[in-house]
């Protein structure tokens, strides 16, 4: 089976990050230099998401590598790899 991955702005604790989803999963994320964080398309589309704090993605990640599919842990089967986040 492949997975779908995806992204999103979304506030993390208060800020824009750029969220990582796999089945629409959160786990991960990416923080934001402050100027795109005030830009006002991603502001825009961060108000269309809901918000996550740190016990919430604990736990969506935890459940991700118990079930050995998070993509960063684990060799998972993804559609479309090249929404994998990019280690710099």
Do not use: W
Request: a negative charge; hydrophobic letters at 40%; charged letters at 25%.
């Amino acid at each position: 089976m492949k997975y779908t991955l995806s992204q999103a702005y979304v506030f993390y604790l208060g800020q824009v990050v750029r969220m990582y989803f796999i089945q629409d999963v959160p786990y991960t994320f990416d923080e934001l230099p402050k100027v795109l964080q005030d830009h006002p398309e991603i502001q825009a589309e961060a108000l269309k998401y809901r918000d996550y704090d740190d016990e919430e993605l604990f736990k969506y990640s935890s459940y991700l590598a118990m079930e050995e599919c998070h993509p960063l842990i684990f060799d998972v089967e993804v559609n479309n790899p090249a929404l994998l986040p990019v280690d710099d």
